[in-house]
């Protein structure tokens, strides 16, 4: 069974790991090419999704030539663009600033590749444009995915098997999760890539982990929602709590209570639609599909309502400001609510 990564933990250590690697790779040059992003660190993962996220990005400008007032259906026209992009592909050049976000962000997605391969892959199913995904952009995450790659590979077995070409999110999101529930192999042997990331930066995973937390029996894992608030009466950067809040907002007449009162539901993720998810990201999480999809996935694990509660409250609520009588927080609010009602 996976464990859980503590987001911050991973995010921090992924900005140190790649200040360490880009300060030597820019210390004799300005800007660095592809072939030179294929070496760039001893974890062959890092760099074949940081040359994944060029490709992304060299995608993204080609469509940026499209326009409706010329042919780029022709032949002539087709062969040129062609010629434009192999060209291109072959001169990479990339400085330091522009380099670094992708470096951090390929270290963060290797390190869940690693040690908790069904996130990552929920992050990036999370991540599904309006358009949907198709099989052929599964079978692109393939071409770049060198570590556990038996869960992806099952995953696209069972999207070749779906009746329709294209799956949205919520359609990719549920076949993932049956992917994963079905799945049974082992995680790979973490230790040769821990080796490989403590040439540059030491570590151990058990640093990462997001479960090495006091166990059920002490006393804080057991508090009520009027302890905590007693608690946070104390704590001068936000005396009230989520209750308080929401408690308070009368001509809402919207209370935990009256939340409590709807209907269970089995999953969290499940329950969000396409809407509400992007509402949540853009509101509550930073505009960070990944923030978002970790910590749905580590509420859908909490065993209590006050557990989940607490959870929001301590990692994100504070985090991110968040105005607790919004839309975005007493929606939220409720479909957690719903779940361990």
Do not use: C
Not at 312 to 337: C, G
């Amino acid at each position: 069974m996976e464990r859980k990564l503590d987001q911050a933990l991973v995010k921090q250590y992924s900005e140190e790991f790649t200040e360490k690697v880009l300060s030597v790779a820019y210390a004799t040059s300005e800007r660095l090419s592809g072939k030179a992003i294929l070496n760039l660190t001893p974890v062959k993962q890092i760099n074949l999704l940081v040359i994944k996220a060029l490709f992304d990005q060299w995608q993204h400008e080609i469509d940026k030539l499209r326009s409706p007032y010329f042919d780029y259906e022709s032949e002539e026209v087709q062969q040129a663009l062609d010629d434009f992009i192999n060209t291109l592909s072959q001169h990479i050049s990339v400085d330091q600033s522009h380099l670094q976000p992708l470096v951090e962000q390929a270290v963060q997605e290797t390190l869940y590749l690693v040690l908790s391969p069904n996130v990552y892959y929920q992050q990036q199913v999370a991540t599904i444009s309006a358009e949907g995904i198709r099989e052929e952009d599964v079978l692109t995450w393939l071409k770049y995915i060198k570590i556990n790659r038996p869960l992806l590979e099952l995953y696209i077995n069972k999207f070749r098997q779906q009746p329709t070409a294209v799956l949205d999110t919520d359609a990719a999101t549920h076949l993932l999760d049956e992917t994963v529930n079905e799945f049974s192999d082992p995680l790979e042997d973490a230790s040769p890539y821990v080796a490989s990331f403590s040439e540059i930066y030491s570590f151990e995973p058990e640093q990462l982990m997001a479960d090495n937390e006091p166990s059920h029996s002490e006393e804080e894992s057991v508090r009520t929602p009027e302890e905590d608030e007693h608690e946070e009466a104390v704590v001068p950067t936000d005396p009230r709590t989520l209750h308080d809040y929401l408690s308070e907002q009368s001509s809402a007449n919207t209370t935990l209570t009256d939340i409590q009162k709807k209907h269970k539901i089995g999953s969290i993720r499940e329950y969000i639609g396409v809407n509400q998810r992007y509402m949540f990201i853009r509101e509550l999480f930073g505009n960070d599909p990944q923030e978002y999809q970790q910590a749905i996935y580590e509420l859908d694990q909490k065993q209590s309502y006050v557990e989940a509660f607490n959870f929001l409250r301590h990692e994100f609520a504070q985090k991110h400001h968040w105005k607790m009588d919004s839309e975005e927080v007493v929606e939220l609010l409720e479909i957690v609510s719903k779940r361990y009602n």
